[in-house]
């Protein structure tokens, strides 16, 4: 553990004002605040005086908040680290996994190095929480998972993550659950799944045995769902069903999910009060080329909606940051998220729910006692950190200094 | 100094082809000998030589970029954040706005808009095409400041300035105030919606036609009304080019309806744009319908990017980074292959790329304008798809320096 410092004059959200057109502004006033063993234990206005002798760190009134959470990677798939490649164009899904299946094994060597370097961007961004797919496959075996653990582990005192298993060739060929097994004894922690209608040819099947792999390793699912409209929502309100019947309420997620926002309103809200009751997630990467899942409507629903980047720069597509935060930022540009608290709210995406006020303007985090995890930026304020996405100026993770510098 | 050697530049030579698959693109090192503005050559051998020298370092040489479509005199960059005011009455709400905001932003309006240009001469900006509001409410004065703006920055960009009646030409009246614009500085004729603003098509547009020939100058239309309604006045705005002789001279600012229109509407309507070279300027709305920019491109229409907005009371998004765009427009068209993302830097460049469809070098040649940018990337299609940064700018052979003093927030 690091020893206690005061991290002083942090710009801190304190409330709204609204001006006289009823505009709401947000109010910031700077702070010192003491961080010991990870957590920030206690929060004191700017004019409060340290005692000499103690450590300070300068926060250079920078804007805090939440560090993020980047909630759907695939670490193993990306370019990063080696010469620039494009993509080849594929017709199809299934030529796009066969250019994969050809592309692995060359790949393999590098895994821990290509991961490092995708994780080296995710964290100089903010986050300090990586959910990674790995692929699970005949032609991989657990190689990918292998050489992601490895380069996660080196990485474990600036981040936490989650593995899942990922059966990204299909689930119901010959021997792939044996590998999925094998795989959560060896460092995976949760049950992946992919499109049980488009590729496992068997919607009822693959999400029994995903849940199997589940209950078999105590472990949460979070399935890719790519397969759109009515078969696509079908295959969430399957899914529904069988996490209530297992009593996984809380455990499990959907990927992507662009069917729930390709059927009928009604539907939506069915399926939204449903999700919600069931604890369930659905993870988003903010596509511009695909439907969106009706991620206002699974908010107020209940429905904890996260957001990734999705593996990127990759055999897949050549384009992306990963940048939570510009995620947020493509979603406010969508959804036209243009007011002060609109905005500000939205943030709670990329932070996987604390936000620095509630949407009433009380002060919600930090909080004496909350883990010392923040992004600095040159901001004023939360509405502006979405709207005009500021380079991140030091990132710290339970007290450390993770990226950047102060 | 007028004659200098820029050494040590990558450029793009070639495709590497497996198959006829175009799989990357070749470079190589090069020296260009830059003098009075132009390139005057473009050799392998170092060159032994007193005169001065710029180390590239091996950064890839692009030609420099062009914002289509901005409005500097209206922004809140430079200034304090300030989110927008949610929307009652759709565009209303806006133009209302600018009847209190506008006074209030004059007496900071070419401090702002100088900033916003040093955020483009940063990113690679050597032109800019600029809507300048002229209605009642400004007058002309967010035109005066747009011009002093601009005419500091003259020696490191070059500019068109449209006389915009935001409010509506014939809607607030602004007829004899854009024609006093095109007498002050202004450009291009602007218009915005001849249908759902001004409420007279025709009208609308044989006025905006009228002062263009008044003062051989072109124009360029911010056109958002949709399907058929924005298909309508586009043959319309056709014909009037076609009458007022301005073929090559006009352009289509968003075009929305272009996005609404498919099979051979499109076609006809893309056959009647080419016949009098309009052009089309788009900001790859990604809320909405986007224009169909590959397939334009197709038909031979020219597309070029804007960002219409930094931060201001219309959107608090906007970047000022073409590169970031071209990758935007580029994932949202699925253009991924190395061949379609190298062609995608020709939205932001005017129609310039290193190599044609051949893979011959076509930038830069010998007599060309060193107007260009050194970024951190391989080759273009790198740039586009990884967002490189821009490292140093030149304009007709000058370096582009930054000419802020100090960097403090403009006070609104």
Avoid at chain 2, 281 to 298: F, M, Q, S
Wanted: charged share 25%; hydrophobic share 35%.
């Amino acid at each position: 553990m690091t020893t206690p410092y005061w991290l002083t004059n942090v710009r801190l959200e304190t409330g709204y004002i609204q001006d006289e057109k009823g505009a709401f502004e947000t109010k910031t006033e700077l702070f010192h605040l003491k961080i010991e063993d990870g957590r920030i234990v206690e929060k004191q206005s700017n004019s409060f005086t340290i005692q000499t002798g103690e450590n300070t760190k300068d926060g250079k009134g920078l804007l805090a908040l939440p560090t993020f959470k980047e909630m759907h990677n695939h670490l193993d798939k990306t370019y990063l680290s080696l010469d620039w490649k494009a993509p080849i164009p594929a017709k199809n899904l299934e030529e796009r996994l066969r250019l994969e299946a050809m592309e692995l094994r060359e790949l393999a060597s590098t895994t821990k190095q290509r991961a490092s370097a995708m994780i080296d961007l995710l964290l100089s961004h903010g986050s300090t929480h990586i959910r990674s797919h790995v692929n699970i496959d005949p032609y991989i075996g657990l190689r990918n998972l292998e050489g992601v653990k490895a380069a996660l582990e080196d990485y474990s005192d600036k981040l936490t993550y989650e593995i899942v298993a990922f059966p990204q060739h299909g689930l119901l060929r010959e021997n792939v659950i044996p590998l999925m097994k094998e795989a959560m004894r060896s460092g995976a922690n949760l049950v992946g799944g992919l499109d049980p209608a488009g590729i496992d040819r068997n919607i009822e099947k693959s999400l029994y045995e995903v849940m199997n792999l589940a209950t078999e390793f105590d472990a949460d699912i979070d399935i890719h769902l790519h397969d759109n409209g009515h078969v696509g929502f079908y295959t969430v309100d399957k899914f529904v069903e069988m996490v209530e019947e297992a009593k996984w309420q809380n455990r499990a997620a959907v990927s992507h999910a662009f069917s729930l926002g390709e059927v009928p309103v009604p539907q939506q809200e069915e399926i939204a009060d449903k999700l919600s009751k069931a604890g369930m997630s659905i993870m988003s990467t903010i596509p511009i080329t695909r439907t969106l899942p009706p991620i206002d409507l699974l908010d107020q629903k209940g429905v904890n909606v996260y957001l990734g980047c999705d593996g990127f720069y990759d055999s897949w597509g050549p384009y992306g940051t990963g940048d939570v935060l510009e995620k947020v930022t493509r979603y406010g540009e969508l959804y036209r998220r243009s007011d002060e608290r609109s905005l500000a709210q939205s943030l709670k995406f990329a932070t996987g729910g604390p936000t620095p006020l509630t949407n009433e303007g009380e002060v919600a985090w930090p909080l004496e006692g909350d883990a010392a995890s923040l992004v600095l930026v040159n901001a004023t304020c939360s509405a502006e950190a979405v709207a005009r996405t500021p380079k991140r100026e030091a990132v710290i993770f339970k007290g450390k200094v993770v990226s950047g510098q102060l | 100094m007028t004659t200098f050697w820029l050494v040590n530049v990558r450029l793009e030579k070639g495709f590497k082809y497996d198959n006829h698959r175009i799989t990357g693109t070749e470079t190589e090192i090069c020296h260009l000998k830059v003098e009075d503005g132009k390139i005057v050559e473009i050799t392998n051998v170092y060159p032994n030589t007193e005169e001065g020298q710029v180390d590239a370092c091996h950064q890839l040489l692009l030609p420099s970029l062009r914002d289509m479509h901005i409005h500097i005199d209206k922004t809140y960059y430079g200034g304090p954040w300030k989110a927008c005011t949610p929307l009652t009455k759709g565009i209303f709400t806006r133009l209302e706005e600018e009847k209190e905001l506008l006074p209030k932003l004059l007496p900071t309006a070419q401090e702002r808009a100088e900033k916003m240009i040093e955020l483009y001469l940063k990113n690679g900006h050597t032109h800019i095409r600029t809507h300048c509001n002229v209605d009642p409410v400004i007058g002309l004065k967010n035109l005066e400041a747009t011009v002093n703006a601009l005419k500091k920055y003259e020696d490191v960009l070059s500019y068109e300035i449209v006389a915009f009646p935001q409010h509506g030409l014939l809607k607030s009246d602004s007829v004899q105030l854009i024609r006093e614009a095109m007498k002050n500085g202004a450009t291009l004729v602007g218009g915005v919606d001849p249908a759902t603003v001004d409420r007279n098509i025709e009208k609308s547009l044989y006025t905006i036609f009228e002062i263009a020939v008044e003062n051989n100058k072109g124009v360029d239309l911010h056109l958002h009304d949709p399907n058929t309604l924005g298909a309508y006045t586009f043959e319309r705005m056709a014909q009037y080019t076609k009458e007022a002789g301005l073929k090559g001279r006009a352009t289509i600012s968003h075009g929305i309806a272009l996005g609404d229109i498919q099979g051979e509407a499109l076609i006809e309507m893309a056959a009647i744009l080419k016949e009098q070279e309009i052009d089309v300027t788009t900001t790859v709305p990604i809320n909405r319908a986007t224009i169909p920019i590959p397939t334009l491109d197709k038909y031979d229409i020219k597309v070029s990017v804007g960002h219409d907005s930094i931060t201001d009371h219309w959107s608090p998004f906007g970047t000022g980074n073409t590169i970031q765009k071209l990758g935007i427009l580029a994932e949202r068209f699925r253009l991924s292959d190395e061949n379609s993302l190298s062609t995608t830097l020709k939205y932001g460049t005017g129609g310039v790329t290193p190599l044609n469809e051949k893979g011959e070098r076509v930038w830069p040649k010998v007599g060309d304008d060193a107007s260009m940018m050194l970024v951190n990337a391989s080759c273009s299609a790198e740039a586009v798809a990884r967002r490189a940064s821009v490292e140093s700018v030149f304009f007709k052979g000058k370096k582009v320096e930054s000419k802020l003093i100090e960097s403090n927030s403009v006070q609104v």
